[in-house]
């Protein structure tokens, strides 16, 4: 049990801390409370890599569907960097060769973004054609020679950009077969930027040497219909390199073949040294003269001798198809991406790989399956399958072992533990890979007998009946059983039945209810006939199903969330499925159900996973506390994907533990009655960048509190006062806002932008302190620089349109970032569509707030009046459309009634804006400070928005 610590500075509270680290770390690997964790095993499909050519511990990747993330220890940890990226199904990544702060990425959507600060922030650039609906960005490279010259390909050919992605204009694209160019691949010379390679889906290799104006075919044969990736070698700009594939539509079968070309990409000769297979990576070792190809079925390859020789490279790697490999900043440093299990890494040039490292969002399912005779048992299956397809935990998701040494390779459709002989499982494998069974708890596998003539070649689900243990129940469009482990396998109906779904009754032996020939069904008499069970379902088809485990009439069904063609995605049943009801108050009606279960230990209590597509509040999991009737969302922690997260559920049989197979990885939630941690906030909210200084923590939640941070830094001392209030000792800090954070040790935490380590010209003294302190914890500034906030600089009309629409909109507010976008308006001539102040000064001309100094002209470095200040101020306050009373005149002695701004200045008074500039006058010509400008700032938006 955790001790409350109740005296500030008490003795041990540093050795205190380290334990509680130490404890929520043992804590996470069970599972989180209230929050999910996970610890593996690890499964995300990475469709990009890019490292940073100048420090060879950080490398970026895209999980698919997940976004991008950055790792800074060599891909062991990696780190969600999404903010403000406009999708998160990313295609291609690139960085900038001069400045590897600056990265590129393209999106499958009109969509390229860009960050130039690794990551941390990215700004949306769209690129527009109006000539077509279609405009996905496949691929991006950058010009090596003038780095602000990017390309994207799309399926509307090449686009670029000359000013760092400002702008993006088509290339002429000349010599491209008309209509949808679909470049799915782009390659460029580190020699010329202006010589691309451009891989057109089914037309082979393209080459430009004019930056995408004119193309010329270079390279199309049977095995090199699709060129997946170009590499020229830095060494020589003549030689180059190519991986392509082919695709046999009536066989199904995947060939290709690697290229050379000795005369700069002009011409191309087949590597005959290779055997033709699927080849969908290419890479040149920077540090020596090793060319590496990457093969779908081959793995990884090296050749030191221009092509004469190959090795493989493959020890450590899983036998799942890789997807992606890049080079590193230090010889022999090389990462390569798998398509379902995450990145890998050597240090050996190949001879030795290690990895995956920590897991990152991206798989788009799998299965979880929590052992019947032992809830410390975990059963997960990597649908990717191979080498890395089924793996086991004897402590509860704390640790993995792979249990599929040899089973072959092949995506798995379908898994199940037979409960009365825990060590069975069966797995399906997809591309006629048919069914395999273990009896020795992974440790072996043997293939099952073959399906009867007429079966699906993968079954979509086992089910094994709680009723009958040994009975095993196949879904291979048609309902097929086995009574000998799998040795042989019968239909269960003379029928011609379509079975898509379904689930044995808890209690009653025989009875089934799924989803048969498009309906939901029940047969009593183990699948031989089906009935109708469909009342009140209006045509949803279920294809998830839950039985309560204390009342078997109790049953809950979810199914695809289409609003056309059903009512609701979750439906309850009072009399075993004879009838139905929509229940799903609480959650989006577009969201798809994957998965239900009832906890064992409190039978009221119901969880479902969703399909997050179709969810558009992006919630994953929801929870019931009433069997059912209203649900609440239960994602704390989750990561946020833009497709299927393919959820499976399983849980304990005491309820204490749910498990959750998804997001490329399988997650665990302790449920518990207790709250997590909240923040309401810190006083005193600022103090000295020295640290040092007493303040309390107040909020709900605090009694198992652990560990209190100021950004990344833990506090010099805390004590918790009681559940509601912690007391602490400030660490040093630089001076701005931090967020502050409360740690559990069980663990949950919670973190707010609370408190302020103050500019050094802006003391507690300081007329303008209050002010500063709220604006920048608001994130509305962030000083000037140097630990200063420059009060007595006067403010410029830049700065004022950033600060004053950060402080009416807030900070987060998604502010068009270049003008030509969504919300185009008017440029003003002496704005730099691409600096700071361009979102900003966009929306200010769109909100009315100004029309400029002049047209075509804003002024942004011009400083801003008090007079127009108050224009500015009471027009952001009020809309655009705001009159204020006449003027007097008589309000101050510099403002006659008829002088500009005066009818604004009287208002700003009226309002306790303003008092003026002392002695009666308000100083109307004089310019704004940035101290004044805050505290105005302040008084017209007191609070966030």
């Known amino acids: 049990m955790i001790r409350t610590i109740r005296a500030v500075r008490a003795p041990g509270l540093r050795a205190f801390a380290g334990f509680a680290v130490c404890l929520a770390a043992a804590v996470t690997a069970r599972g989180g409370v209230n ?9 995300g499909a990475v469709p990009a890599l890019v490292a940073d050519p100048t420090n060879p511990q950080v490398v970026y990747a895209a999980a698919q569907y997940a976004g991008v993330f950055r790792s800074t220890d060599g891909g062991q940890t990696w ?27 393209s999106t499958y959507s009109s969509f390229v973004a860009k960050s130039t600060d690794r990551g941390d922030h990215w700004v949306s650039q769209d690129i527009v054609n109006p000539t077509s609906a279609y405009e996905e960005a496949y691929a991006i490279v950058v010009d090596p020679q003038a780095p602000s010259t990017v390309y994207a390909a799309t399926l509307a050919g090449v686009w670029r950009t000359d000013d760092g992605g400002c702008s ?10 008309p209509g949808q160019f679909g470049i799915t691949s782009l390659g460029v010379s580190p020699a010329d930027g202006r010589i691309l390679f451009a891989n057109m889906q089914g037309h082979g290799l393209f080459r430009s040497v004019d930056g995408g104006d004119q193309w010329t075919s270079v390279l199309f044969a049977p095995l090199a219909q699709n060129v997946s990736q170009v590499a020229v070698n830095p060494a020589d700009p003549l030689v180059a390199w190519a991986a392509a594939n082919s695709f046999n539509e009536i066989t199904g079968e995947s060939s290709g073949a690697v290229f050379r070309s000795a005369d700069g990409g002009v011409t191309w000769d087949a590597v005959a040294t290779l055997p033709s297979e699927a080849y969908i990576g290419v890479a040149i070792d920077p540090f020596g003269p090793g060319v590496y190809v990457l093969s779908m079925t081959g793995g990884v390859r090296v050749s030191t001798d221009s092509g004469a020789t190959w090795s493989p490279v493959n020890v450590g790697l899983p036998s799942i198809a890789p997807s992606a490999l890049v080079p590193g900043a230090a010889a022999g440093l090389w990462f390569a991406g798998s398509a379902g299990n995450g990145v890998f890494r050597t240090t050996d040039g190949g001879a030795t790989w290690t990895g995956p490292g ?85 440790a072996s596998w043997t ?164 399909n997050l597509p179709l969810s558009p509040d992006g919630r994953a999991v929801y929870v019931s506390t009433d069997a059912g009737l209203t649900w609440s969302p239960y994602d704390r922690g989750l990561p946020t994907v833009d497709n299927d997260n393919g959820s499976s559920l399983a849980i304990a049989s005491d309820g204490s533990l749910l498990h959750l197979a998804g997001f490329g990885s399988v997650f665990h939630i302790h449920r518990s009655a207790t709250p997590p941690p909240s923040i309401a906030g810190v006083a005193p909210p600022s103090g000295p960048a020295s640290g040092d200084s007493l303040v309390i923590v107040s909020g709900t939640g605090f009694a198992s509190v652990v560990g209190l941070f100021f950004g990344q830094t833990a506090a010099a001392d805390f004590a918790v006062v009681d559940d509601t209030h912690i007391a602490a000792i400030t660490p040093a800090g630089a001076a701005g806002a931090v967020a502050v954070k409360v740690v559990t040790g069980e663990p949950q935490q919670d973190s707010l932008r609370a408190f302020v380590f103050d500019f050094a010209d802006v003391p507690p003294a300081s007329p303008f302190h209050e002010s500063v302190v709220a604006l920048t914890q608001r994130a509305v500034t962030g000083g000037c620089g140097g630990g200063n906030f420059c009060p007595g600089t006067p403010l410029n009309r830049g700065q004022a349109a950033v600060q004053v629409e950060k402080a009416m909109r807030g900070a987060g507010y998604p502010f068009d970032p270049v003008f030509g976008g969504p919300n185009q308006t008017l440029p003003m001539a002496d704005v730099d569509r691409c ?41 952001a306050e009020h809309g655009p459309g705001y009159l204020p009373p006449p003027a007097t005149g008589t309000v101050f002695g510099d403002v006659p009634a008829d002088s500009f701004a005066a009818d604004y200045i009287e208002a700003a008074a009226q309002e306790g804006i303003t008092g003026g500039c002392g002695g009666g006058n308000f100083c109307p010509e004089n310019p704004v400070t940035r101290g004044q400008a805050a505290a105005l700032i302040v008084k017209t938006f007191p609070s966030a928005p």
């Open 447 to 610: 293939a099952t007998g073959a399906l009867p003539a007429g079966a699906a070649i993968d079954a979509t689900e086992f089910v094994v009946p709680p009723t009958d243990a040994g009975r095993v129940y196949v879904l291979a469009n048609h309902l097929y059983f086995s009574d000998d482990g799998g040795d042989s396998w019968a239909p269960a109906s003379s029928g011609t039945y379509f079975v898509d779904w379904m689930m044995a009754d808890a209690t009653v032996d025989g009875r089934l209810y799924g989803l048969v020939d498009g309906l939901n069904q029940v047969s009593t008499d183990h699948g031989a006939t089906w009935s109708p069970s469909d009342t009140g379902l209006g045509g949803a088809q279920l294809t998830a199903f839950a039985q309560s485990p204390t009342d078997p009439n109790l049953m809950l069904g979810g199914g695809g969330g289409n609003p056309v063609t059903m009512i609701a995605p979750l439906y309850r049943s009072a009399d075993r499925g004879a009838s139905w009801q929509p229940s799903f108050s609480g959650m989006p009606q577009t969201n798809g159900i994957l998965s239900i279960v009832f906890d064992p230990a409190n039978p009221s209590t119901a969880y479902a996973a969703t």
């Open 835 to 875: 600096s700071g102040f361009g979102p900003y000064i966009q929306q200010f001309l769109l909100d009315q707030i100004t029309a400029g100094c002049g047209y075509p002209d804003y002024c942004p470095l011009s400083p801003v009046t008090r007079a127009q200040m108050m224009v500015f101020l009471l027009r």
């Open 35 to 43: 929050e999910w964790t996970t610890t593996g095993p690890w499964a």
């Open 168 to 177: 993006w204009n088509a290339a002429a694209n000349e010599g491209l077969p």
């Open 79 to 105: 780190t969600t960097i999404d903010t403000g990226l406009p999708a998160r199904w990313i295609t291609g990544l690139a960085i900038d060769p001069t400045s590897p702060s600056t990265l590129y990425a």
């Open 358 to 442: 920590e897991a990152f969002a991206g798989l788009l399912f799998g299965w979880v399956v929590v052992d019947p005779a032992a809830d410390a048992t975990l059963w997960y299956a990597n649908p990717w399958g191979g080498g890395a397809g089924v793996f086991r935990s004897l402590d509860a998701g704390a640790t993995w072992a792979n249990v599929s040494t040899d089973l072959p390779t092949g995506r798995i459709t379908a898994m199940t533990v037979q409960p009365g002989s825990p060590e069975t499982v069966y797995v399906c494998l997809m591309d006629r890979g048919g069914i395999y069974r273990s009896t020795d708890a992974g």
